[in-house]
């Protein structure tokens, strides 16, 4: 499984973004695929994913304000992301979970600054 994300850039705080993953390989062993961030000094968090039913869960910090969706026909899944805080500053990762193991792309980096 291949996950390329694309999207990231600068936003001023309150500002949108919509990040995009392409999927490509043996997507169908996912059994969900979401979005992670990680913040400089800090942990790999979960923000979002999707389960294979279409059902999702959001981290408590991004509730009302990102939403995960995806195009099956074009093995992509995107991150809708509004009301930006600073505090959302991080590099964003697209990953996929199979039962034997879990995927990763490179990696875009968000900025929410003035």
């Known amino acids: 499984v291949q996950l390329v994300e694309s999207g990231g850039g600068l936003v001023q705080p309150g500002g949108s973004l919509r990040l995009s993953c392409a999927a490509s390989g043996s997507i169908f062993s996912l059994t969900n695929m979401g979005w992670y961030r990680q913040a400089p000094g800090d942990e790999r968090e979960l923000v979002a994913t999707?389960?294979?039913?279409?059902?999702?869960n959001y981290a408590d910090s991004v509730k009302g304000r990102f939403t995960i969706s995806r195009d099956t026909a074009k093995n992509m899944v995107f991150l809708q992301m509004n009301s930006l805080k600073p505090e959302d500053t991080a590099v964003y990762y697209c990953?996929?979970?199979?039962?034997?193991?879990?995927?990763w792309g490179q990696g875009t980096l968000v900025t929410v600054s003035s």
């Open positions: 999707m389960s294979r039913s279409g059902s999702t």
């Open positions: 990953g996929g979970n199979s039962i034997a193991q879990s995927y």
